[in-house]
């Protein structure tokens, strides 16, 4: 019995797959669950950073999906995904990504990290 060409790279893709270890992201923390200063975190995202970051869904719109952002070792741009790295992104701005440090104050950085948290 001959292999057939299309299924060879499938069975890569499929061994590949097991062996990076499909890590599934946990979902979010319902809104209905968020504390008092992840809930004004997630309003600080709905004012400022939601026209180009999606937080609680996948899909990418002019920046990239910020959901799951610290489940992963590293942000898309290849950085750790600290606070540090995120909060110097936000404030200074990266790439395509505006700097937006004369836009959040100290206390709405600090409830945008925490919500982040809870994607």
Same mark, same amino acid.
């Given at each position: 019995?001959? %292999?057939?060409?299309?299924? %060879? ?76 790295? %995120? ?33």
């Amino acid at each position: 019995m001959a %292999i057939q060409k299309t299924s %060879i790279p499938l069975a890569a893709a499929v061994v590949a797959a097991v062996l990076l270890g499909c890590r599934h992201l946990k979902p979010p923390v319902p809104l209905e669950k968020l504390n008092e200063q992840q809930t004004h975190g997630y309003w600080v995202f709905q004012s400022n950073c939601r026209q180009c970051h999606s937080d609680r869904e996948s899909k990418a719109l002019q920046g990239p999906s910020l959901l799951g952002v610290y489940q992963k070792q590293y942000l898309p741009s290849g950085a750790a995904a600290t606070d540090e790295r %995120i909060q110097a992104t936000i404030l200074h701005g990266r790439n395509m990504m505006p700097a937006m440090g004369g836009n959040v104050s100290d206390k709405d950085m600090a409830d945008l990290l925490v919500y982040l948290h809870t994607l």
